[in-house]
C-alpha cells in the first residue's frame, strides 16, 4: 500500500487512465445538499486562493488492462461529483454560453479529465461508474439524447449546469479552484487486503450501511470475471427482490441462519464470520432463493390472493419480529411441505396471537425471541415438520406470563374495555377493517380511505356533550360518557363527521341521504336500527361486538399432544424463580449448550464468558479486594476452603456453594463487565408433568 498527497486534477489527468467503480459499490449517492457544499467550499477557495482537502480515494491498479486502469475501494462519491461538475464546465463553454480566458480551457477539460480522444465512443469516457449509474452518465456526454431523469447523477449535473451559470465566481476562478483541491492518493497492490483496508476507513467516519460491507465482502476477493458473473447471476437478483432493503434483508437472513438477532449495527459481523467455514457459491445460491421469499412475504408478492391479504393483515399488528420465522415458513411451503390452505392457517393463528396480546397490553419486547425459536421448536416436537399447524397452535398455547397467548375471558374483557381511541392509528385502522369487512367477499379498503381522509372514526356519544345528550343518557351520564366515551362499542365510520359532530343520535341517524340510516358501512346498519344511543344500546352492541371478536380473532384450540412436552423457555432478564427447576440446555450467542444441572449450566457459563474476554476473571482473581465479585474468584481452589467451587481454566476457580437464585444474581454481575445483556442467555426448562 502507497499513499500520497496530490492535487486531485493531477489525479485525474491522462488521456489513458480509466477509473473503474466495481460493481460491489453501492450506487452514486450524493444530493443536491452534498453538491451545494461542494460548490460554496469552491467559492470560498476562489476567495482565499488557498488548498482544500477533500479526503482519500483508495484504488487498486488492474496491471492486466490495455490502459491505466483504476479500480475505486473508496472514493467513488467525490470522484464522479467532481466529473461532474467538469462536465457541465465543459458544456456551458462549447455552447458559448459561459466564456474562458484560456482558448482552450474546454479541450483541456474534455481531452485531459473526461475522456481518451483515442478510444472509440464505446470506451473514451475515463470513469466507468456501476451498472445502474452508467447509463445516466453516460448519456450526459451526448447532447442531443433524452437525460435519464431518475437518477441522481442528472440531478447532481442539472443542479451544477443552473449554478455555475449565476457567476458567483467565473469560469476560469471554478477550475483554479478545483486545481486547489487536494487528496490522498492511497493506491493498493493485489497484495494488500483490500477488504480489511476497506473496513479500517469505513470505521473511521465512511457511512456505509451493513448491507454496503456485506457486498464488498462477497464481491472484493473475486477476480474481476467473478465479480461480474456473481453480480448478475445473484447479487442484482437479491437488490431486486428486497427492494434494495440490503440491510433489512440481510437482518432476517441471518436471523434464520443463525437462530439469532443481530444487532442493527452488527448484521456485517455476524456475516462475516457466517461465512468463515462456507462455499461463497452455495451460500449465494441460498440468498438468492430467500431473497425471492422476502420477496413475496414483505411485498405481498405470492400469487396467492388469499395469502397476499393475510400478508397485509399481520404486517399492521408486526413491528417484525416475525420475518424471519415466515421466510421459513414460506421455504416450506415452496418446497410443498405445506400447503397454502395451511400457510393461511399459520398466518390466522399469527394473527390472532398478535392482535389478542395487543388488545391486552401484553409487552411487544418479548416476541422477537418468541418468534426467533417458534419454527425450530415446531420440528423439534418430532424432528420434522408434519401436522405443522397444529403443532404451531400447541407452542403457542404453551406459552406463560408475558408470552401467553390471552384466553378467550381474558380478551374478551379486554376487548370491550379497551380504550380503542387511544390505540396506535394503524391498530385502529385494523380493528375497524375486519369488524367491518369481517370474512366478507366484498371489502372496503377501510385503510386507503381512512387515510385519504374520505372516511373518519367517529364517536356515536360525541367527545363534547349537549344538553340534549346528556338528558338521553340519564342522571349517569358523566360515569357513561367517561367509560364508553372510547370504547369500541361507541366508534364506528363514517364519511360525514363534520355533518354529524355532536348532534343527537336520531339526527345522526335520520339526516337526509348521508345519515348512519344511508351508510354505506355494514357496522352503521345495526346503528341506524336503534331509536335511541344509551347505556342498554351501548351494552348490546359492546356485546355484540364481543361476539364478532372472538370469532374473528379465535383463540387456537388444538388437540395435538406430543410424545415429549416442550420445554419452556425464558431468558434471565425475566423475573422467574428458577430456583426447583429442573434446567436442559441454554443458548448464548447463537450456541446450544445441554446442561445437566443449574451449576453444570453455571459453570459452562463462566468458560463461555470467559473465552469471550480472559482479562475479566484475571482482573477479579488478582484483585487485593476481598468484597463484591472479586470475593467469588481466586487462583487456587483452596481459597475457598472446603466450599465448592468451579475451575474455569488451569489457574482460575470460580466460587460456586450457593443456591440457583444466587448462581444466577453472580453471571448478572458478571455480565455488566463482559458487556453482555441478560436477554441474550435464554434457559430452556423442562416442564414439570
Known amino acids: 500500500m502507497h499513499g500520497d498527497a496530490k492535487?486531485?486534477?493531477?489525479?485525474?489527468?491522462?488521456?489513458?487512465?480509466r477509473f473503474v467503480i466495481p460493481v460491489y459499490q453501492r450506487n452514486y449517492a450524493w444530493k443536491i445538499p452534498q453538491c451545494k457544499t461542494l460548490y460554496d467550499d469552491l467559492i470560498k477557495i476562489a476567495a482565499t486562493k488557498k488548498q482544500h482537502f477533500l479526503g482519500s480515494i483508495v484504488s487498486v491498479y488492474n496491471p492486466d488492462s490495455y490502459a491505466r486502469e483504476y479500480c475505486i475501494i473508496d472514493g467513488q462519491q467525490r470522484l464522479t461529483t467532481i466529473s461532474l461538475l467538469?462536465?457541465?464546465?465543459?458544456?456551458?463553454?462549447?455552447?458559448?454560453?459561459?466564456?474562458?480566458?484560456?482558448k482552450r480551457l474546454s479541450q483541456k477539460i474534455y481531452e485531459e479529465y473526461l475522456i481518451d480522444k483515442y478510444q472509440s465512443e464505446e470506451t473514451k469516457i475515463k470513469l466507468k461508474p456501476i451498472e445502474q449509474d452508467r447509463e445516466a452518465f453516460w448519456l450526459l456526454f451526448e447532447e442531443n439524447k433524452q437525460k435519464k431523469q431518475d437518477s441522481l447523477i442528472t440531478a447532481n449535473y442539472e443542479y451544477f449546469y443552473k449554478r455555475i451559470q449565476q457567476n458567483e465566481v467565473t469560469l476560469d476562478e471554478l477550475f483554479e479552484s478545483i486545481s486547489r483541491i487536494m487528496i490522498i492518493d492511497i493506491s493498493l497492490n493485489h497484495e494488500d487486503n483490500a477488504q480489511m483496508i476497506f473496513e479500517s476507513l469505513n470505521s473511521t467516519g465512511l457511512l456505509l450501511e451493513e448491507g454496503d460491507k456485506i457486498r464488498n465482502y462477497i464481491f472484493m476477493g473475486l477476480s474481476e470475471k467473478k465479480q461480474k458473473l456473481y453480480y448478475k447471476k445473484y447479487w442484482s437478483i437479491i437488490e431486486k427482490q428486497s427492494h434494495y432493503d440490503i440491510t433489512g434483508f440481510f437482518k432476517e437472513y441471518m436471523t434464520v441462519k443463525q437462530q439469532k438477532i443481530p444487532s442493527s449495527k452488527g448484521i456485517y459481523t455476524a456475516f462475516k464470520q457466517y461465512m468463515e467455514q462456507r462455499d461463497l457459491q452455495q451460500e449465494c445460491n441460498e440468498m438468492e432463493k430467500y431473497a425471492y421469499l422476502y420477496d413475496k412475504l414483505l411485498f405481498a408478492n405470492t400469487n396467492a390472493k388469499k395469502v397476499n391479504a393475510a400478508i397485509e393483515r399481520w404486517k399492521k399488528l408486526d413491528d417484525n419480529a416475525a420475518i424471519a420465522f415466515f421466510l421459513e415458513v414460506f421455504a416450506l411451503w415452496q418446497q410443498k411441505q405445506l400447503t397454502e390452505k395451511e400457510v393461511l392457517e399459520i398466518f390466522h393463528c399469527v394473527e390472532c396471537y398478535l392482535f389478542r396480546r395487543a388488545i391486552c397490553d401484553l409487552p411487544w419486547a418479548v416476541l422477537p425471541r418468541v418468534f426467533l425459536f417458534l419454527h425450530r421448536d415446531v420440528f423439534l416436537l418430532e424432528n420434522n415438520f408434519k401436522d405443522y399447524v397444529p403443532k404451531l397452535k400447541y407452542i403457542l398455547l404453551q406459552k406463560r406470563q408475558k408470552e401467553a397467548f390471552p384466553s378467550d375471558e381474558e380478551f374478551s374483557k379486554a376487548f370491550v374495555n379497551r380504550n380503542i381511541y387511544a390505540m396506535p392509528a394503524k391498530t385502529?385502522?385494523?380493528?375497524?377493517?375486519?369488524?367491518?369487512?369481517?370474512?366478507?367477499?366484498?371489502?372496503?379498503?377501510?385503510?386507503?380511505?381512512?387515510?385519504?381522509?374520505?372516511?373518519?372514526?367517529?364517536?356515536?356519544?360525541?367527545?363534547?356533550?349537549?344538553?340534549q345528550w346528556k338528558e338521553d343518557l340519564g342522571e349517569n351520564w358523566e360515569k357513561i360518557h367517561q367509560l364508553w366515551l372510547h370504547r369500541m362499542a361507541n366508534l364506528t365510520l363514517t364519511a360525514y363527521n363534520g355533518n354529524y359532530s355532536n348532534r343527537p343520535f336520531l339526527e345522526k341517524r335520520d339526516l337526509k341521504e348521508i345519515g348512519l340510516k344511508e351508510s354505506g358501512f355494514r357496522m352503521n346498519q345495526k346503528i341506524a336500527q336503534k331509536q335511541k344511543w344509551t347505556l342498554e344500546e351501548l351494552l348490546q352492541r359492546s356485546q355484540e361486538l364481543e361476539k364478532t371478536a372472538l370469532e374473528i380473532w379465535s383463540f387456537c384450540a388444538v388437540c395435538y399432544r406430543p410424545f415429549?412436552?416442550?420445554?419452556?423457555?425464558?431468558?434471565?432478564?425475566?423475573?422467574?424463580?428458577?430456583?426447583?427447576?429442573?434446567?436442559?440446555?441454554?443458548?448464548?450467542?447463537g450456541v446450544e449448550e445441554c446442561v445437566t444441572s443449574w451449576r453444570d449450566f453455571y459453570e459452562k457459563m463462566l468458560i463461555m464468558l470467559h473465552e469471550?474476554?480472559?482479562?475479566?476473571?484475571?482482573?477479579?482473581?488478582?484483585?487485593?479486594?476481598?468484597?463484591?465479585?472479586?470475593?467469588?474468584?481466586?487462583?487456587?481452589?483452596?481459597?475457598?476452603?472446603?466450599?465448592?467451587?468451579?475451575?474455569?481454566?488451569?489457574?482460575?476457580?470460580?466460587a460456586g456453594h450457593f443456591s440457583t437464585q444466587q448462581k444466577i444474581n453472580v453471571l448478572k454481575k458478571l455480565f455488566r463487565l463482559y458487556h453482555v445483556e441478560s436477554d441474550e442467555v435464554i434457559i430452556a426448562l423442562k416442564q414439570r408433568e
Open 564 to 589: 415429549q412436552k416442550p420445554l419452556q423457555e425464558y431468558t434471565l432478564e425475566e423475573q422467574y424463580h428458577f430456583t426447583k427447576k429442573h434446567i436442559v440446555k441454554f443458548y448464548f450467542q
Open 7 to 17: 492535487y486531485l486534477i493531477r489525479f485525474l489527468a491522462g488521456a489513458d487512465k
Open 86 to 102: 467538469l462536465l457541465c464546465m465543459y458544456h456551458l463553454l462549447e455552447k458559448g454560453i459561459m466564456t474562458s480566458n484560456e
Open 428 to 467: 385502529k385502522h385494523y380493528i375497524l377493517e375486519r369488524l367491518e369487512n369481517k370474512n366478507s367477499r366484498e371489502t372496503k379498503n377501510i385503510d386507503d380511505l381512512l387515510a385519504e381522509g374520505a372516511c373518519t372514526i367517529e364517536h356515536i356519544m360525541p367527545q363534547k356533550l349537549t344538553r
Open 612 to 654: 469471550k474476554d480472559k482479562t475479566v476473571l484475571n482482573q477479579l482473581a488478582d484483585s487485593s479486594a476481598s468484597e463484591g465479585l472479586c470475593s467469588y474468584v481466586a487462583r487456587k481452589k483452596e481459597y475457598f476452603q472446603k466450599q465448592n467451587c468451579c475451575r474455569i481454566s488451569h489457574n482460575i476457580y470460580v
